[in-house]
Each structure stands twice: as structure tokens, then as C-alpha cells.
């Protein structure tokens, strides 16, 4: 990078951690800071959601996929919008009735504490995984870019957010949001405009070779961006990240109405398919205008070509632009990762509910899990899968089975003895369908294993979604023993 890339990508990280503390300012309890007082307003959420579900995996790995195929992976974003309108409609009227802090709350609202705190445990397991993935995967551009190592990489990212998200919370996170979302489409929109002049025949030459396809007819349960596969994979997908993950729940709790989440929500999908398609062209027009990139890994592929091609500041731009997606994802994970340990374990086990000392103990679960991921990106180590894939499989994981849990609640004979076995059982279940091919390696691949690592990662939230609900169904047949021995005593006392 040339001198003023580096006084761009700088000052970027400067100003967003300078403008954050100070969005922050005069926080006075923890409503405040993990739900900005209900009062942020609707088309920031929407745009907030959009970054936040973004990363430095999208602005890695989409183009990576659109260079090294096409523009099919397009059908899971339409999936996307498919699973937020469900959400909207059918869930947040649940989320709209009561004053929740968390997603999880409502479940134990339904069956109890101990509902409660297993879903909330689920998600902190899930999202600490999937987002040192994801954190990870920005230092592969900066490692290339910057000449950084990852481990410098990944402390500076970590650092750099974790100082803004202790002191703004929701309020700070969201505003940094909208100002990192326009930052990076920024960067795509110029990569492409350089890709496309640099292109023999520009986007003319990609289409003639197939790079522009966008539907994949075919019916297969293997190719993850087949339509069927993508857009009921995509649905269900959406529908557990949207409706039951607290880093975007908790961006709808922060909204003014149910009018205005649903506008949020519904609003972010339509965004995030106008997204999915910038970065996918800029991957369909370097196939043409970077031969050279046609022997590296698919998520090397952007990162050279910023290097090769991108001057003027546009690299620093550029840099800036992965920074910014990373950074609004972190900083959302962080907060939505507090925010659970807070008002999911420590308030209700204590008995603390004092708005101020709430605040304190955010702030204290801030720090930790701020630490705990950045520790987490540090241990991840490179593959080849596609990092875009990686996170996805690992949030994919227990996402079937917190939507599930979710399903069972409007099931009145399902106790919570049938829901928490279920959400154990179904997230250990897919743990083996997601680590199949592994788990094959080591055992001498018996058939079973063989097929489900076969499997499209799409169709992880629809499997783990119908093993949950089917072992709760199940468990809710089994009658209480206590119950029974009462009915046996009455029916002793009538003869």
C-alpha cells in the first residue's frame, strides 16, 4: 500500500473509534446501553442489521465466490427475504408484547428459567464460534494488504472495537453501523467501476462465459445454490438468524413500534440481495479483468486484486471498507454476547435488576467477551473452504435448533422437560450431520457418515430445525410422573 492508502485506512479507524466513545456518552443503565431506550429509529436498524449480518466474510468471500462461479449464490439472499417476512409476521408480535431484553426471555416467559438460560447458552456458544471465524477472516485481506501478520491483524481489529462498544453499547454500535455499511458498499461500488474498465469486453465478456447465471434449476441436495435448496435453506436460515439470534433481535427490541421492526426487517432483506448482487458482479468482472488471480484460493482472490489494481487511495479505501465490515459485525456480537450473560444469567441468578449496576456488569461482559473472541480468531486455523461457508456451517450448527425450540413453543402439550432434551439433543445431532466428513475420515467413511457430509450446508437449518421439533413432539407423548401417580391415586380413591 502507497502512503496515502495508509493515512486513509488509519484515519478511518481513528475517527470510528473516536466518533463511537463519544456517541456513547451519558449512558445511564443497562436499557440504555444494550436497547438505546427503544427510541433508535427504524431505517438506521435496518441498515444496522444489514452491516451487522455483513462481516469482512461477505466482502472476502462473495466476490471470491462470484469469481470462481457465478451469481447463483444469489437464490439464497432471495431465501433471505423469504425467512425475514415470515419473522416478521409471525414472531416479533411475540417480541412487541413484552418488555424483553433478550430473544431467550421469551421462551422462558413461555416454560421457565431453565428454557431460558439453555437457549441463551446455545446462542453464546454459536455466535463466539462463528464470529472468531469471522474475525479471522479479515486478517487473510489486511495479512495480504498490509503485510500485517494475522495475529496483529486480529488484536488491532478486536482492540479497536472492543473500545467503542464498551463505552457507546447498542446506541454507538448501531450509528458506527450505518456510517461502516455505506463505507464498504463505497469500496465494492469502486472495485467494480476499476474491474469493469479493466476488463477485456467489460461484464460483456463474463456474461458470454456463464459468470452472470443467476438460477440453478436444478433438485439437488448437494449443491447448496441449487433454487430449491437455496431458497428453503436460505428461509429457514434467515428466519433462525433474524427471529432467534439476539445480535438481530435485539435491534428490533431497540425499534419505536412493531411497525417499525417489521419495516427494519422486511427492509434489510431487500438491501442485503442489492448487496449480495454488487459483490458477486465484482467477482463475475474480475474473472475477467484478473486472469492471474485463477490459481489462488477464492478468498485471496479480492485481497490481490486491491493490491494489483486499486490506487490513488482506492486501496486504502478498500481497506477501510473491510475494516468497516468486520468491525460493525465484532462490535454487534460483543454487545448482543453481553447483553445475554447479563439479562439471561447474572440478573436473574442475583436478583439485580438496579438499571445503573446492569450497566456496570454489561460493561464488565463487554470486556470479557470482547477478550474471548479475539482469543477464539486467534486459534482459528485456514482451510480451504470458502470462510463464508465456514461461518455460515457453524452458525448453522445450533440455528436449527433455537428456531425449533421456538416452534414448540406454540405447541401448549410441550413442557419445558420436552424443549430443553430437544434443543440439547437436536444441536448434538447436527454437530455430527456438520462434521460428518471428518468424523467419516476417522471412522472409515461408513456410508451414513459418507451421505451426510455430502449434504449442502444449506439444509442444516431445515434438518436441525425438524430434528428439534420432532424430539420435543416426541418427548411431549411421555407423561409426567408426577401427574400419573396423581391420576393413579384418584382413580384408587373412586373404587
Known amino acids: 500500500m502507497r502512503p496515502v492508502d495508509w493515512i486513509v485506512a488509519a484515519a478511518y479507524l481513528l475517527g470510528v473509534v473516536a466518533a463511537g466513545t463519544w456517541l456513547g456518552r451519558r449512558q445511564t443503565g443497562a436499557s440504555d446501553y444494550f436497547l438505546g431506550r427503544h427510541r433508535l429509529p427504524w431505517w438506521a436498524i435496518l441498515l444496522s442489521i444489514v452491516a451487522a449480518e455483513t462481516s469482512a466474510i461477505t466482502v472476502i468471500s462473495v466476490p471470491g465466490i462470484g469469481y470462481a462461479t457465478d451469481l447463483t449464490f444469489l437464490q439464497l439472499a432471495i431465501g433471505y427475504l423469504i425467512g425475514r417476512i ?4 409471525l414472531l416479533l408480535p411475540s417480541y412487541a408484547a413484552g418488555q424483553l431484553q433478550t430473544a431467550y426471555q421469551l421462551l422462558g416467559t413461555r416454560w421457565g428459567g431453565g428454557a431460558r438460560r439453555t437457549s441463551s447458552a446455545v446462542f453464546m456458544v454459536t455466535r463466539a464460534l462463528a464470529d472468531s471465524v469471522r474475525l479471522f477472516a479479515t486478517a487473510i485481506p489486511l495479512a495480504v494488504i498490509t503485510g500485517w501478520s494475522y495475529p496483529v491483524s486480529i488484536v488491532v481489529l478486536g482492540g479497536a472495537t472492543l473500545l467503542y462498544t464498551y463505552a457507546g453499547g447498542l446506541r454507538s454500535v448501531v450509528w458506527m453501523d450505518v ?3 455505506g463505507v464498504y458498499l463505497l469500496a465494492g461500488a469502486a472495485a467494480l467501476v476499476v474491474a469493469v474498465h479493466l476488463a477485456p469486453g467489460g461484464l460483456a465478456a463474463a456474461a458470454a462465459a456463464g459468470k452472470l447465471r ?18 428453503i435453506g436460505g428461509a429457514l436460515l434467515s428466519a433462525a438468524s433474524h427471529g432467534t439470534d439476539q445480535l438481530i433481535v435485539q435491534r428490533l427490541l431497540a425499534t419505536r413500534s412493531l411497525r417499525e421492526a417489521r419495516l427494519a426487517l422486511v427492509g434489510s432483506g431487500v438491501v442485503v440481495i442489492l448487496q449480495f448482487a454488487l459483490f458477486l458482479t465484482v467477482g463475475a468482472a474480475m474473472w475477467t479483468a484478473f486472469p492471474a488471480g485463477r490459481g489462488l484460493r477464492s478468498d485471496e482472490v479480492f485481497p490481490r486484486f486491491i493490491v494489483g489494481h486499486l490506487s490513488g487511495g482506492l486501496a486504502g479505501l478498500a481497506v477501510a471498507g473491510l475494516l468497516a465490515a468486520t468491525m460493525s459485525t465484532h462490535a454487534s456480537a460483543i454487545n448482543a454476547l453481553a447483553s445475554t450473560t447479563t439479562h439471561d444469567y447474572y440478573a436473574p ?10 450497566l456496570r456488569v454489561g460493561r464488565l461482559f463487554t470486556l470479557v467477551w470482547g477478550t474471548i ?24 450448527l445450533t ?26 439433543a437436536g444441536s448434538l445431532l447436527m454437530g455430527v450431520v456438520v462434521f460428518a466428513r471428518a468424523l467419516a475420515a476417522a471412522l472409515g467413511h461408513p456410508s451414513l457418515l ?9 439444509w442444516y437449518v431445515p434438518l436441525g430445525t425438524a430434528l428439534t421439533v420432532g424430539i420435543g413432539l416426541a418427548a411431549s407423548l411421555v407423561p409426567d410422573a408426577r401427574q400419573h401417580g396423581h391420576m393413579d391415586a384418584q382413580e384408587r380413591e373412586r373404587r
Open 86 to 89: 415470515g419473522v416478521a409476521w
Open 179 to 181: 456510517v461502516q455499511l
Open 214 to 231: 443467476v438460477l440453478d434449476v436444478r433438485v439437488s441436495l448437494t449443491a447448496p445454490y441449487a433454487l430449491g435448496t437455496a431458497l
Open 349 to 358: 441468578l442475583s436478583g439485580r435488576d438496579d438499571d445503573a449496576h446492569l
Open 373 to 396: 473472541l479475539v482469543v477464539g480468531a486467534l486459534l482459528f486455523r485456514q482451510q480451504e473452504t470458502p470462510v463464508v461457508q465456514v461461518a455460515l456451517s457453524v452458525a448453522s
Open 399 to 424: 440455528y436449527g435448533a433455537l428456531l425449533g425450540a421456538f416452534v414448540l413453543a406454540r405447541f401448549r402439550r410441550v413442557r419445558q422437560r420436552d424443549v430443553v432434551p430437544a434443543l440439547i
Open 450 to 458: 459418507v451421505t451426510l457430509g455430502a449434504l449442502a450446508w444449506t
